[in-house]
């Protein structure tokens, strides 16, 4: 059981560049989430999803586009890369939307450099 | 607005001294709290929750309605308690969480 898994750790991206940050959950989660994590700053929601075909905008969606073919896989694409999206990011998951046993379970993250 | 402040970036005490991370939020409706950890090398997990009133590797936290905080306390530090402590805010009816800006603990030998 691995988890919540990301591809890749780090990436240098040229402005102007696209690419798509992976994220995979072998928990059979519904709930799946991206964040964003900038220096001194807590995390910050971009995008979430409910369950596979059902996607919805965080707090900072801008520049950004997700997908959920799948109830595994919440790919994160990042369209013309921009030196504001240099970030740490976060892919999570979670069994249910609230309850007493609520919890979100983390990636270990994409450290992502734009220059 | 719907914010979590945690007013201390690091804080450094001794092996065997007591720890308390503050964290104080705003939100309107009824809120869910947590305090998430991130050790080194490892990812961010749950640490406890508000809701469970528990106590984890010795950290306990009381939601304070009126003073609308959730201070991580903790009566004698250890080294392993060494990490970066995130308190987040979960709305009533929502799934999202509002994350604050993190308190780096150290904690000295």
């Known amino acids: 059981n691995a988890g919540v898994t990301q591809t890749p750790k780090f990436r240098i991206l040229k402005i102007g560049q696209s690419m798509t940050l992976q994220c995979t959950q072998d928990?059979?989660?519904?709930?799946m989430y991206w964040y964003r994590q900038d220096p001194g700053m807590g995390l910050k929601l971009i995008y979430y999803?409910?369950?596979?075909?059902?996607?919805d905008k965080g707090e900072v969606p801008n520049g950004y586009n997700v997908s959920r073919s799948t109830t595994e896989d919440f790919p994160l694409r990042l369209e013309l890369a921009a030196p504001s999206q240099t970030s740490v990011y976060f892919c999570?998951?979670?069994?249910?939307?609230?309850?007493?046993?609520?919890?979100?379970?983390f990636g270990p993250g994409t450290r992502l450099t734009v220059t | 607005a719907q914010r979590v402040t945690q007013p201390e970036k690091l804080l450094s005490v001794f092996k065997g001294a007591p720890v308390e991370l503050k964290c104080n939020y705003s939100?309107?409706?009824?809120?869910?709290l947590f305090w998430y950890v991130q050790y080194s090398r490892q990812r961010l997990q749950l640490l406890l929750r508000?809701?469970s009133r528990e106590s984890i590797k010795g950290f306990t936290a009381d939601l304070n309605k009126g003073e609308t905080s959730f201070h991580l306390k903790k009566p004698f530090a250890q080294e392993e308690d060494s990490a970066m402590y995130y308190c987040?805010?979960?709305?009533?009816?929502?799934?999202?969480?509002?994350f604050g800006t993190g308190t780096r603990l150290k904690v000295l030998a």
């Open positions: 999570a998951s979670s069994r249910e939307a609230g309850g007493p046993a609520y919890e979100q379970y």
């Open positions: 928990m059979n989660h519904n709930y």
């Open positions: 999803s409910v369950g596979a075909g059902i996607t």
């Open positions: 939100y309107s409706g009824s809120p869910e």
């Open positions: 508000h809701i």
């Open positions: 987040a805010l979960k709305g009533s009816g929502t799934y999202k969480y509002i």
